[in-house]
């Protein structure tokens, strides 16, 4: 993409894309865990670091046919923070992890953290 982008108000850079490539990265950003992971080699995909049905870090999950996979109970989600739980069971004990804006820029992973 753009290097363009990067100069949005609030992008940032997250990590490596070779970090994320190799498995779910957890990165702090302003006091907010997040979790950065490629769903294919050139994309990348960002949500809040935290499953909804039993409070465990994804960035502790690995990732599977492109989505994030939840260490505790397998709940899966996808770039766009949508959920699958195991036999359809959508418990939830939080709020769904929001899925943030992000693109490559050089060899790092660029987001725009959303308030």
């Known amino acids: 993409m ?14 490596a894309v070779s970090a994320a490539r190799a498995e779910p990265q957890r990165v702090m950003c302003d006091g907010r865990a997040l979790v950065v992971w490629m ?24 990732v599977l046919y492109g989505r994030i996979v939840c260490p505790l109970h397998m709940w899966t989600f996808g770039p ?8 359809g069971r959508m418990e939830a004990a ?18 725009r953290i959303a308030p």
């Open 39 to 62: 769903v294919e080699d050139d994309r990348p995909a960002v949500l809040d670091d935290r499953c909804p049905h039993g409070n465990a870090r994804l960035s502790a999950g690995y």
């Open 80 to 87: 766009d923070g949508r959920a699958q739980a195991p036999g």
């Open 2 to 15: 753009s290097s363009m982008k990067q100069a949005l108000p609030g992008s940032r850079p997250l990590c």
């Open 94 to 111: 939080g709020p769904m992890p929001r899925s943030h804006e992000c693109w490559v820029s050089g060899d790092q992973v660029w987001a």
